[in-house]
């Protein structure tokens, strides 16, 4: 079973950046695709941003295309999201999430797909 630990959240000024990480526990990673996603309260969970298994597809919500950058090594079992250039708007809890094997076309925003959840890690961006 896979485990997924998200940490690196944090209060940050607008301007600022953060690298949240996901690491995971109890199986390989390299056979899974993994999803950040975002939720704030009142509002359905959203998809910011995926990487297939191989590391060789990556998607961005539009929100946060040229700002954010998601990475993996399969090695260490870790996901990493980049956050520069924060936003008040970016204010939410993040959560990693995988799914075996890919997800194509837009599938990725869906968080109704993905198998297994980390408990998630609050980012607040305000002065």
């Known amino acids: 079973q896979l485990q997924l630990v998200e940490s690196g959240g944090g209060l940050v000024q607008p301007g600022g950046s953060l690298r949240l990480s996901c690491v995971a526990s109890g199986s390989t990673l390299n056979i899974y695709a993994i999803g950040w996603f975002r939720q704030v309260p009142g509002k359905e969970r959203e998809g910011v941003s995926f990487?297939?298994?191989?590391?060789?597809?990556?998607h961005y919500a539009d929100s946060v295309k040229g700002r954010f950058t998601i990475s993996r090594d399969n090695a260490r079992k870790t996901v990493d999201l980049q956050m520069n250039i924060l936003k008040p708007e970016d204010t939410a809890v993040y959560y990693c999430?995988?799914?075996?094997?890919?997800?194509?076309?837009?599938?990725?925003?869906?968080?109704?797909?993905?198998?297994?959840w980390g408990q998630g890690t609050q980012v607040t961006v305000s002065s």
């Open positions: 990487i297939n298994p191989g590391g060789g597809i990556i």
């Open positions: 999430a995988a799914v075996l094997g890919g997800l194509g076309g837009e599938y990725w925003r869906d968080s109704s797909r993905y198998v297994y």
